[in-house]
């Protein structure tokens, strides 16, 4: 029975061989695109709008609310930087 599994072990040996001799060289990776828009969506400008008044940021770091579209503290924010 021992010599029956011989040549069966020196042909798994072979084929396992020649299998990694066959094997591809890896290739140099290809270049990532930049472009994420499929990740992190569309880019939109929003302003945030609260019972009837928009956010503004003060000087001195303080929120608040104020009815004015146009005051000089209320700012646009894109919708990434939230």
Same mark, same amino acid.
């Given at each position: ?6 040549? %069966?072990? =020196?042909? %798994?040996?072979? %084929?396992? =061989?020649? *299998? ?12 990532? *695109?930049?472009? $994420?828009?499929? #990740? ?13 008044r928009? =956010?503004? $940021? =003060? ?10 579209? *146009? *005051? +000089?503290?209320?700012?646009? +924010?894109? #919708?990434?930087?939230?």
């Open positions: 029975m021992r010599s029956r599994t011989r040549p %069966l072990r =020196l042909l %798994l040996a072979a %084929l396992a =061989l020649a *299998s990694c001799a066959a094997a591809p060289a890896p290739e140099p990776r290809a270049q990532r *695109s930049a472009n $994420l828009s499929h #990740i992190t969506g569309t880019s939109r400008t929003i302003q945030m709008f609260l019972k009837n928009y =956010l503004q $940021l =003060l000087p001195d770091g303080t929120v608040n609310g104020t009815t004015d579209y *146009s *005051s +000089v503290y209320t700012s646009k +924010v894109a #919708i990434m930087q939230i």
